[in-house]
């Protein structure tokens, strides 16, 4: 089976602090890959980063950053100094080329001035 | 990025209309789209997957002639409500694939069913 555990279900945290959005997949596919999406208050889903599983390589850009981790089977999501801007629900998603995306539950984070 | 469109973004009707959902990628081809249902504070729930010139594929549970979708072409794919109800009221969000496993969404419709 598969499945995406975002077992956070809101976060709350001030301006400037560092904060990491935990997601633990599982699938017996030996290829598959990983996404993050925000969703802000507007609703729109926004693409953050995709991952395959063959490229367990971190990735940074700006002040968001990711954490991939075959061993653990988590996909981790980290972002640094953080900004009311960042307030919004993260979704982790998997896709093992079923042409059906998991999605987590979400984490709502709010970031307070 | 992929930009898909979707229109309406509000809709209000009343019971028993039907209302439909538009939903475009503005700067690729899709051959896969999806059709989206959200919950309030609730992840995405998947409706069905819409192949262009082919029938679409429902999930379990989702009536498919309740949400009719066509996918007329490689960048356009309705949704249906028909004789909308109160409990139709949702947030409906399309997707599309620009390439292998990555989906972009569209910036969603809000359906109220009075």
């Known amino acids: 089976a598969q499945k995406v555990t975002q077992a956070q279900t809101e976060i709350s945290v001030v301006e400037k602090e560092d904060v990491t959005l935990d997601c633990v997949y599982e699938t017996r596919d030996t290829t598959y890959y990983l996404f993050w999406y925000k969703q802000p208050p507007s609703g729109e889903l926004v693409f953050l980063i995709r991952r395959n599983s063959f490229d367990e390589q971190n990735e940074i850009s700006g002040r968001y950053s990711w954490n991939f981790q075959k061993s653990t089977s988590s996909f981790n999501f980290t972002i640094t100094a953080s900004q009311v801007v960042d307030s919004a629900v993260y979704f982790c998603?998997?896709?093992?080329?079923?042409?059906?995306?998991?999605f987590g539950a979400g984490t709502r984070l709010f970031v307070k001035a | 990025g992929a930009v898909v469109s979707q229109h309406p973004s509000w809709v209000i009707c009343k019971s028993g209309t039907s209302v439909k959902i538009e939903c475009r990628s503005l700067?690729?081809?899709?051959?896969?789209m999806f059709w989206y249902r959200q919950f309030p504070k609730q992840s995405l729930m998947l409706m069905a997957t819409s192949n262009e010139g082919s029938k679409a594929t429902y999930e379990q549970g989702v009536e498919k002639d309740k949400f009719l979708i066509n996918h007329a072409s490689l960048t356009l794919s309705t949704l249906t409500v028909t004789s909308a109800h109160p409990e139709d009221s949702s947030f409906y969000i399309c997707?599309?694939?620009?390439?292998?496993?990555?989906?972009?969404f569209g910036p969603g419709t809000r359906l109220l069913v009075l």
């Open positions: 997707s599309a694939r620009d390439s292998p496993q990555t989906q972009y």
């Open positions: 700067d690729f081809q899709a051959t896969t």
């Open positions: 998603a998997l896709d093992t080329g079923g042409f059906k995306t998991i």
